[in-house]
């Protein structure tokens, strides 16, 4: 599963992007007393018309439902039945703002447009139709439903676009999950370290421990190898999503599993009680362990169900996540340094080509890693290979495209592989923990850089951009400040490869 699965686990290194356009909130309140309310994202275009940033200092008007007609002529629909009101019609046939002056003309005081595909950037040639003053939005038709659905036929709708707020809590919870995950995932390859260099010392548990090593060392050569096939796998995603999709979620469910396994087995092989056996065709295992096989199973077969539960399937998706990236961290031993600055090298590049270069390659501008995340084609089914936690500010992107904040597991995973080396290195030397410490700080460092440059420019960022370089030139100063350069970058004589 090793090799594989890091392939799976690389091909997300960013945190998602944010919709490259104005987003606003439809607050709806229904005739009822006391009334229900909802909010619903929208669309538009703000060098069309400015929406007031605040609830209290927009106007609501009464919404008149003619989704049954695109509105390209104003013999589509009776005579007065739009005067003073807000009016949603479908989208297709003409432009927006050919809609937006019939629209205007029948008496109508702001116009919504219904979308059944994935929202978009509202943009037509303004310049013929100056005249055309009221509010157009665009708006999910999926909405519309749940709207007449959960608020009833007799609808108020008030438009208004609250500002970006600088800072969500929620990134605080990310940044402790992922300095977390990278610091135990490190100490536990190093304590695996330290086993491995007491069961050569010991001729008695060499070939035990042997037995149970299931460590796969990446060297030079096969690092350049996977960061091709990383690329490739992502160009198949971009035009087979739809399918691939589905092949993902399934590699996720067997990974975490298994790794879910594999960190629970540890913990409870630390307990002294409750070691009763069973034997099977002349095997033993432990009863706790079938039981525990029999839970992680049903761990990921939950999450898969109920994946699209955006009410608590993100927690179980993260337990699953921080048990997959710990697993790998452990599992896939770098063999020195310059592994480690090729592979985190020429994994920061793909992050950068895929992200910022690939725009001026596709057909529509976007790049592909983007259009991976997104789902291309507005496809609904999500890549399992982040960690989520909600948005705790209300804002018009938590209810648009992004309700959760985002972090990548190559984010984790990448980093995570050198914090490892750090810590074994340490063990082998017996240099007091000195690089795996200034790595993990050096990881948090960039963490943090990573949010204020999001902050800052408002658009997800390619986290490697800011994680490689901290923790690289972090572990190069304490090599060259101790005068180990040189057995750094080759690594210590003691490798996995080593046999007796």
């Not at 190093?190 to 050569?200: D, Y």
């Not at 060392?217 to 096939?229: E, M, R, S």
């Not at 592989?417 to 990881?443: G, H, K």
Request: net charge positive; with cysteine.
């Amino acid at each position: 599963m090793g090799a594989a699965g890091l392939l799976w686990a690389a091909l997300w290194a960013l945190l998602l992007p944010l919709v490259a356009a104005d987003e606003g909130i439809l607050h709806a309140s229904g005739s009822g007393v006391p009334p229900v309310t909802k909010d619903y994202c929208i669309i538009y275009n703000s060098n069309w018309v400015s929406l007031p940033k605040t609830l209290d200092n927009a106007t609501s008007r009464t919404l008149e439902n003619l989704t049954s007609t695109v509105l390209c002529s104003s013999a589509e629909v009776p005579s007065g039945s739009m005067k003073d009101k807000a009016v949603v019609v479908m989208r297709g046939n003409c432009t927006f703002l050919e809609k937006a002056r019939i629209a205007q003309n029948l008496g109508a005081k702001m116009l919504l447009i219904a979308s059944k595909s994935r929202l978009s950037a509202i943009s037509d040639n303004k310049t013929d139709f100056e005249d055309v003053t009221l509010p157009i939005a665009l708006i999910r038709y999926n909405d519309i439903v749940d709207m007449q659905l959960v608020l009833g036929n007799e609808v108020n709708v008030t438009l208004y676009s609250p500002p970006l707020p600088e800072f969500d809590y929620s990134m605080v919870v990310i940044f402790l999950i992922a300095v977390f995950t990278v610091a135990l995932g490190g100490y536990w390859s190093g304590v695996a370290e330290l086993e491995n260099l007491k069961a050569v010392a010991s001729p008695g548990e060499r070939e035990t421990r042997w037995k149970k090593e299931e460590n796969v060392t990446f060297t030079p050569v096969t690092v350049i190898l996977f960061v091709v096939i990383c690329c490739v796998m992502l160009v198949l995603l971009y035009f087979f999503y739809k399918w691939l999709v589905y092949v993902i979620i399934s590699v996720f469910c067997l990974a975490s599993a298994m790794s879910l396994y594999n960190c629970l087995a540890a913990l409870i092989g630390e307990i002294p009680f409750g070691q009763c056996r069973i034997t099977c065709s002349n095997k033993t295992i432990e009863v706790r362990l079938i039981f525990l096989a029999v839970f992680c199973i049903a761990a990921a077969v939950v999450w898969a169900v109920f994946r699209n539960e955006d009410r608590w399937a993100w927690i179980l998706q993260d337990i699953l996540g921080v048990a997959f990236c710990l697993n790998f961290i452990k599992t896939l031993k770098m063999p020195n340094f310059k592994s480690c600055v090729i592979l985190l090298g020429l994994l920061l590049l793909y992050d950068v080509f895929f992200v910022f270069i690939t725009p001026f390659i596709t057909k529509n501008g976007a790049s592909i890693m983007v259009e991976v995340a997104a789902g291309p084609f507005g496809n609904s089914e999500k890549l399992p290979v982040v960690i989520r936690v909600p948005r705790l500010e209300h804002s018009a992107s938590t209810l648009c495209d992004l309700p959760f904040s985002l972090l990548g597991f190559g984010d984790i995973i990448v980093p995570g592989l050198l914090v490892a080396y750090c810590r074994r290195f340490d063990v082998q030397t017996r240099s007091s923990s000195v690089y795996y410490i200034s790595c993990t700080i050096a990881y948090a460092v960039g963490m943090v850089l990573t949010f204020i440059v999001l902050a800052l420019m408002k658009m997800g960022q390619p986290a490697l951009l800011y994680l490689v370089p901290c923790t690289l030139i972090t572990s190069s100063l304490i090599a060259w400040r101790r005068k180990e350069m040189k057995k750094f970058w080759k690594g210590s004589s003691y490798q996995v490869g080593w046999r007796p």
